[in-house]
């Protein structure tokens, strides 16, 4: 088990032993999402758990956009789109290694990698 202080707020998260997560993020409604090894895991804020979706590859980032679609780079430079209502689709690739992506104001994606390279992707 991993406690995370958030402010006033401590939250356990309760991993698989096999599990590390590379990546998470929580919504406006205090779900946390974790990413890692070929998933993403919804844990709710009353100790649910519930798997949001799998892939065939090491998911390495989370994103989070203001209408709550959840967006997953994978190993594979795949960038996925996780929607509120379920599902999983592809919305493009990545640039060659990135590592790392937010969601922009306008809803845009910046993803970036380690030789500090950015690239603008507008699901």
């Known amino acids: 088990m991993r ?24 919504d406006r409604h205090g779900n946390i999402y974790t990413a890692g090894q070929d998933s993403v895991v919804c844990h709710t804020p009353d100790g649910n758990r519930m798997e949001l979706a799998r892939f065939d590859s090491t998911v390495l980032d989370l994103a989070i956009s203001r209408q709550g679609s959840i967006f997953a780079l994978d190993a594979n430079g795949v960038v996925w789109m996780l929607p509120p209502e379920g599902g999983k689709q592809p919305v493009g ?31």
């Open 93 to 123: 690739r990545s640039l060659g290694n990135a590592k790392a992506m937010t969601v922009d104001r306008d809803g845009n994606l910046i993803l970036g990698n380690e030789n500090g390279e950015f690239r603008t992707l507008r699901p």
């Open 3 to 26: 406690a995370f202080k958030l402010a006033l707020l401590t939250v356990f998260i309760l991993l698989p032993s096999y599990a590390e997560a590379s990546s998470m993020l929580m």
